[in-house]
Each structure stands twice: as C-alpha cells, then as structure tokens.
C-alpha cells in the first residue's frame, strides 16, 4: 500500500507542468505541460518524460495553458489510452490550442529543414496536427463542483481556479485502503481582481497542498491603475509619438482581457480613433470559446453583457485571419495597436512584427504577460540592445514596457489568501512548483511566516512518499 508523487516538470522552473501520482501501482499524471523556452534544452526534456507513458491509467489537467497541456498529444502518441479528466471550458480551449500548437511545430520544422546544412539531421515534430484528434477524444469533461473517479481509489473535484476560462484547481481524495490522503493542486491560481472571471473559489481542506509560484515574489498593481495604464500607452504612442503600440498577448485569457478593457474605454469615448488588430488566428478562434462560454464570467460582467452584447468588439477593431493581411500590417507606418501572440514572443505572428517594429523608436512593445527565463520576450524585458529574430539580429531601439495587472497569476498576496483555505496545522506537506528559484524560496519563506511547518521545493524527477 503506498501513495507517491513524482515532479516531472515544472519544479524550479516555470514550464513544463507534469506530476506523477501513483497509488497502489496505479498511476495519474497532473497536467502533461510543454516545456518552453530554453532552446535544445526544452527540446529534449519533451521528448523524454522521464516515465512510461503506457502505464499512466489517467490524466488530470488543471486548465488548458500549453505550459499544462502542450503534450498530451505526445503522450497519446506514445501510448496513452486512458482518459483525460478536464471542465468542459478547458476542453473546448484545448482542441484550438494543441492544434495551433502542433501547426507552429510543423511550420518551424520546414523552415528548419529548408535552411539546414548539407547532412544535418532536424528532428521531427514532437507531435502533428493529425496526432490532435484522437488525443482529444479521450478527454471527460467534469464541471466544477461535481465529484468523479479518476481510477480505482483516487476521487477528483475540481473547483475554479480563476486564472483562464475553464482553469481548476485539482482536489483529490486518494485512499490506498489503508488511509486516505487529500490532495490539493492549485494549477496556477488566477487574481482575485480579474477582469472577466470569478475570484478562485477558496479550495476544501487538504492534507498534501502542491502550489504555484509564478508571482511568489511579487505584488501586482491594483485594478483601477490598469485602464488608466494601458489608456496612457496608447496615448503616450499612438497620439504623441504616431507610433504602433505592439502588444505580445496570450492568445487565451490575455488577449480577451486587453480587448474588454479597450472595449470599455471605446464606450466611454475614451479610445483615440486609431485600428487595433487582433492579429493571431487562434485568439480569434479562442474569443470564441470566450464568447461561448459567458456562464463563467463574473457577475458583474455578465451584466454588462445585457447593454454590450459583445464585449470583445467595438468600432475600429480587426480580427486578421490570413496571413497576406498580417504581413501589410508589417509594413504599415501609421499608428494603431496590434495585439498579437504568443504572449512569450517566442512563436507566431509577433516575431514579425518585432522584426518590423523594435528598431523605430516611435513604437512600444507593452508586455502583458509572464515571460520565462529563455524567451525572446524576457530577452526583450530584460534591457537587450540586440535580439536574434529568425537568425538575424536586431537592434531594440523601440521603447520597452510592462503592465503586470495582466498577469493571469495570483501574486505574493494572493497566493497567500488563497491558502487561507487551509488550516496550516492539517497541512502535513507544501510543495512549491511552478517558480523560478527566487520566486519559490520567497514564497517558502512567506507560507512559513503563515504556519505552514513541512515545506518543500522539489527538483526536477524527485519523488516522494505521501
Ligand atoms: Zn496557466
């Protein structure tokens, strides 16, 4: 009889969320994350999980981000048949995601190809469109709330998260017939000052807590700031400086956020006559989903929905589907505010428009989101004169700035308050994952200070005994 988890990825790293449950030689992996960033590194560790993936009974997944989810197709691929236990949102979210996914590898695999020397071998895809489907046909949607089990003696609730549409943190009740563990894995915790989502729903008692550390560092600026921000790069850029205000956004979450507020500022006669574009074909396709799914939203924004039918839209926007189109605005010298993916600026349209955009000085690049250690976008952020885009070098000369309220990560603060759930004293055990190394110790330090006695920062491939 034996209860034991394994971190797989996401430990002393932000990427690549992946943990190994195994109870009574039964096994259920938490998320099946991508790495990202980090070159040949990443690459290897997704190719290798570090398990057998035939003998994972089941997966979990906490919300639909590529960092979570990116390869379950892989794993499909590689002989995974159970099923994988999701909220119907995060479903939805992922059959966009993981097939934008698996179309960004195969296109960065023929330009690899095209441009290898004479004998070089470029490896494959870590999985193809085609391996999409039938990974999506083992997912089991489970609403909020409602209890399922997972494999003989592990129960699962999820309970909502607030960080993406659809993102849950994952309850479970193991029982190897010999005791009964409550397991909590936070998955990434959202604000409680979102936009557009609920505050995360305060989580049932645990006795094992797994939590994220993303924002364990740091606190994020208040609500009421945010509008007034982004309406003053837009100003500062767009008005003063004529010119393009380029903001690198996730396609699922951010992106939709950064219009609803655009959105309200055009209502209020606020927004300065100039085009947005939405350009990334998966944010349009995930504005969909957003709009299909208005069940989730807060109450407040439900409201507003009774005056504003579309909350995502409004006068001078543009949602570029093709690419002929994407590529003018490359070109395009007036002023407008392109809204582009992904949000780490490692892939997609917003390489272009970097390559376009960064050597004017009348242009912004306005960070929205968290970008890891190794990306383009935490090059940019960390003051580079020149980056590498497609192999060439550029020089940054367009101004560089931040707004954290974006963040779809709890901070310091809230992660705190959403462990208020807890009763440290029947807490036998805090993992802290998903952080960089600063990030996890201040946090350690913090939940500490909170009575948390037993707390501990895994490696990459530590396992322990529950
Ligand atoms: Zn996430």
Known sequence: MSIRITFHGAARMVTGSKHLLEVNGLRVLLDCGMFQGEGKESDAKNRHFGFDPMAVDAVVLSHAHIDHSGLLPRLVKEGFSGPIFATPATRDLCAIMLEDSAGIQESDHEREVRHARDGQRVPPPLYTVKDVWPAMQQFVTVPYGEEREVVPGVRLTFTDAGHILGSAVVNLVVNDGTQERRILFSGDVGRYVDRLLPEPAPPPQADIVICESTYGDRDHASIAEAVSELKRHVEHTCV???????????????????????????????LPRIPVFVDSPLAIDA??????????????????????????????????????????????????IIISASGMMEAGRIRHHLRHSLGNERNTVLAVGFCAPGTLGAEILSGAEVVHIFGQPIRVKAEVARMEFYSAHADRFELVRFLKSQDPDQVQRLFLVHGAEHALHALAERFRQEGFPEIAIPAQGQGFDL
Do not use: M, W
């Not at 699922?252 to 609803?260: D, R």
């Not at 409201?303 to 926007?317: A, C, I, N, T």
């Open 240 to 270: 003063e400086k004529k010119g393009k205000l380029i903001i690198p956004a996730f396609s699922v979450g951010k992106t939709q956020e950064v219009l609803y507020t655009l959105n309200e500022l055009s209502n209020a006669g606020e």
């Open 287 to 336: 504005t969909k989903v957003v709009r299909d799914h208005t069940e989730l939203f807060r109450k407040e924004v439900r409201e507003k929905l009774q005056e504003d039918p579309d909350l995502f839209s409004f006068r001078g926007v543009e949602f570029v589907q093709n690419s002929e189109r994407s590529k003018q605005l490359n070109g395009r010298q007036q002023p407008c």
